[in-house]
């Protein structure tokens, strides 16, 4: 890759350059650490509705064409966008701005209203996808957090009833106005982005204290979620502790969800289709999703069984096989700006693939990254007396 990559501490988190000179666009990606488990308790969904009004927000303070999309997660909301280099410091100003006119309670309920409905739409569509609630359910329970188990009660139309105070409340929090990460792609030299990392965070007015929010409840394990009469589901988490470590932990990803791994071989031990998953990232980890498709009882009940026995070991050829093909996905990660940026923050939020690195993870670390996360296995739809931690 050309150019080269800075981290610039800030005064609440970092600023990660990649200087690329033949650019001609610049890209960043901005993460919060305000994702769906932060809703409170009262107002589940309002992180997802932040997320909206921030792109719309964003867009409407621009006035250089913008390539943008936003997207909650977990722990986190993402918000991504490309323009031409020229008006790279506009993006980044307008970033600072989106937030507190957020902040600021200066939300057009028109605007708000349109959002609301846009979300109704989507949880239409999300809540005809078994797997995929399934799925932030699962995230739920490996990270602890068991609000984001509650975003299925953001059912349709209750978008709705969230308010502008509630919105202005959530937005007041200073994780919510200031990233915790900003990774920018371009152009130009690292060295001109270091104002960034003092200006960017520096707050120009002082939300009013009296909008904050109620107090998060404390995190606590959830293990009560039934699962689908006809399949079993698995949520493995993978920490993988540094983002020099991340590529282990995607590696180990791929190889649980592989038609050859550890899972797959669960469901042949007891008879059941292994159906494949999905990767839903959170902080500082990555959960792995799964699930089964069973045709009665008892093999609901052996998959509980299976998973307890078996070690989650991996075929060395398939980690093998996993790792040869890092090179070719490193290359297709610096295509584009975006793209890189993309890549650069997944990695350092330690669940993506370093584009600057030169060798893969040893096998020993992927497969001891798989064994841990396996021993962290919690199901959902097995017998009951099985269901949750090992």
């Keep these: 890759m050309d150019g080269e990559i800075l981290q610039l501490s800030g005064p609440a988190g970092a600023v990660i350059v990649a200087h690329r000179p033949e650019s001609s666009t610049t890209s960043l990606v901005a993460t919060y650490a305000r994702g769906f488990g932060h809703d409170p308790a009262d107002t589940p969904g309002v992180a997802h509705l932040h997320e909206h009004l921030y792109l719309a927000t964003l867009r409407s303070v621009m006035t250089a064409p913008i390539v943008a999309h936003a997207q909650t997660h977990a722990d986190t909301m993402k918000i991504s966008a ?22 600021a309670g200066r939300i057009d309920d028109d605007v708000r209203l349109r959002e609301c409905r846009a979300i109704d739409v989507e949880l239409s569509e999300w809540f005809g996808n078994p797997l995929l609630v399934t799925g932030h359910k699962l995230a739920a329970l490996a990270t602890q957090r068991h609000q984001l188990a509650r975003f299925d009660e953001c059912r349709i139309g209750g978008s709705s009833a969230i308010t502008a105070q509630d919105l202005r409340a959530h937005a007041a929090r200073h994780e919510a106005i200031y990233p915790e990460r900003l990774v920018i792609v371009g152009s130009r030299p690292a060295e001109e982005w270091l104002p960034v990392a003092d200006t960017l965070r520096a707050p120009s ?25 006809t399949r079993v589901y698995v949520g493995i988490p993978l920490q ?19 038609e050859r791994g550890p899972l797959a071989e669960v469901g042949k031990r007891v008879g059941a289709r292994f159906r494949g998953g999905s990767v839903v990232p959170g902080a500082g980890r990555v959960v792995v999703t799964g699930s089964w498709l069973v045709e009665d009882a008892r093999q609901r009940e052996a998959i509980g069984i299976a998973m307890s026995q078996h070690s989650g070991q991996a075929a060395p050829a398939l980690i093998a096989t996993q790792a040869a093909a890092l090179p070719e996905r490193r290359s297709a990660a610096v295509t584009n700006p975006a ?42 739809g097995a017998k009951p007396a099985r269901s949750g931690p090992f």
Excluded: K
């Excluded at 490309?82 to 902040?103: G, R």
């Excluded at 959830?222 to 009469?229: E, H, N």
């Design 82 to 103: 490309t323009v031409l280099t020229e008006a790279s410091s506009d993006l980044v100003a307008a970033l600072t701005t989106a937030s507190q006119l957020l902040a």
């Design 205 to 229: 007015f002082a939300p009013d204290p009296t909008t904050n929010a109620p107090a998060e409840e404390p995190a606590t394990p959830r293990s009560d979620l039934s699962g689908s009469d």
């Design 240 to 258: 993988p502790g540094t983002p020099g470590n991340a590529e282990a932990a995607q590696l180990a990803a791929q190889i649980l969800l592989h």
């Design 339 to 380: 793209t890189l940026a993309a890549t650069v923050d997944a990695w350092q939020s330690g669940y993506g693939i370093d584009p600057t690195a030169t060798s893969t993870p040893c096998a020993d670390m992927i497969d001891r990254c798989v064994r841990t996360g396996w021993n962290q296995a919690v199901l959902v």
